[in-house]
């Protein structure tokens, strides 16, 4: 049977922010239903990317079928006084119906400024920096991006390189304040357990140690070595075997419940498979990047790897980076114990694609550790603006 239902358009922005890609929104653009349901709404945003699809392709929607390019964002203006913008985040799963809004992406915050000015959301000088100041809604903290602008429109084009990226732009700074959790936020304080380092039982796996920390997203540190792994291999390397795959999920589910951030292992790995992250930390060694690009141990301060969604992630989360920032500047963490001088103000790490300089400024108060900011640099770019089209039937 041939349904008569028809198309609708919906006004969007298909833009790359740092590693990842995405489709934004302004929600007052969003069909009144799905404006004022949640669920609605997720199953709208899960048609206009393509998922569910048993196929792993995405064919038949916005999403790259990969963690890097199966996401939704959405931006308003923000009611808060110290913010202009509030940016929400959703993780898309590519098999599985289900939008996980528990956690930040790092990279397309570099975006949400560019396109809050794009869709004049905010004020922004005719030319230098204009400062948007934007109130992350997954995880109740403010970022302050710095986006360059020439002739009253954003600056996209320029000669930043991120490795990751395969042509260069504009440089946008970034600035997330605060990123350690505070107390009364989910999961806790910046470090849920008071510990900089745990230990926890994983059925069928063992006992893992591990930092667990709540810095840009939930992350979950271990030693590459417990993996088998030496920390400097590619997505290729790993993505294709199931048996680590399954155990890197359960480290992940079982930490996420150490952290507070689920009842069971079982949750955590259906109803939040964005956060928290398990990332891979080890001492230096050479290898070549997945762009066939040189990385020589001497030139960097740490190896590290991050899953994503499940699989190895192509380069570096922008919230991974910001985790790795702080946990290298606070002495007694499993990642400032492999770093050179045991913490680091400033870290430069190796990642599958190249490399990546991040920092956090942190300080040792009252006995605890506080974290002001961690600061890096991104690029963004606009790949399609227009409208992006569903079928009328769907909610």
Not at 345 to 353: I, K
């Amino acid at each position: 049977m041939t349904s008569s239902a028809q198309q609708i358009a919906i006004r969007a922005t298909y833009m790359r922010g740092g590693t990842s890609k995405g489709v934004f929104f302004v929600p007052e653009d969003l069909p009144a239903a799905a404006q004022s349901d949640p669920k609605r709404r997720d199953a709208l945003l899960l048609r206009v990317v393509g998922s569910p699809d048993p196929y792993g392709k995405h064919i038949d929607g916005m999403g790259g079928a990969t963690s890097s390019t199966s996401k939704v964002v959405l931006v308003s203006k923000s009611q808060r006084p110290d913010c202009d913008v509030d940016y929400l985040f959703g993780a898309v799963s590519v098999e599985n119906p289900v939008i996980d809004w528990s956690g930040n992406c790092g990279n397309l915050t570099s975006a949400v400024g560019p396109f809050a000015i794009r869709r004049g959301l905010v004020q922004a000088p005719r030319d230098g920096i204009a400062t948007v100041r934007i109130w992350q809604a997954n995880i109740s903290k403010r970022i302050v991006a710095h986006v360059p602008m020439r002739g009253g429109e954003v600056q996209e084009l320029g000669d930043f390189e991120l490795d990751g990226v395969t042509f260069p732009a504009a440089e946008i700074k970034l600035e997330f304040l605060d990123p350690g959790a505070d107390e009364d936020g989910e999961g806790g304080a910046m470090f849920p357990t008071g510990q900089r380092i745990d230990t926890f039982e994983v059925p069928g796996v063992g006992t893992i140690e591990a930092t667990l920390i709540n810095a840009g997203n939930p992350t979950i540190f271990i030693d590459a070595a417990t993996m088998g792994l030496k920390g400097n291999e590619l997505q290729d390397h790993v993505n294709g075997d199931a048996g680590f795959l399954a155990r890197a999920e359960a480290i992940r589910a079982h930490g996420a419940v150490v952290m507070g951030l689920a009842a069971t292992a079982a949750e955590a790995t259906e109803r939040r498979p964005h956060t928290p992250k398990l990332a891979f930390v080890a001492r230096p060694l050479a290898y070549t990047a997945s762009s066939g690009k040189a990385v020589e141990a001497a030139q960097i301060d740490i190896l590290a790897r991050i899953m994503s969604m499940g699989k190895l992630h192509h380069a570096m989360t922008g919230t991974g980076a910001v985790a790795i920032a702080v946990a290298a500047a606070i002495p007694g963490t499993l990642v400032s114990r492999l770093t050179p001088t045991g913490s680091l103000a400033e870290v430069r790490f190796g990642h599958p694609s190249g490399t990546l300089t991040v920092g956090a400024a942190a300080a040792p108060i009252d006995g605890a550790w506080t974290v002001t900011k961690a600061v890096m640099s991104r690029s963004a770019r606009r790949l399609m603006e227009g409208s992006v089209l569903v079928p009328g039937s769907c909610p």
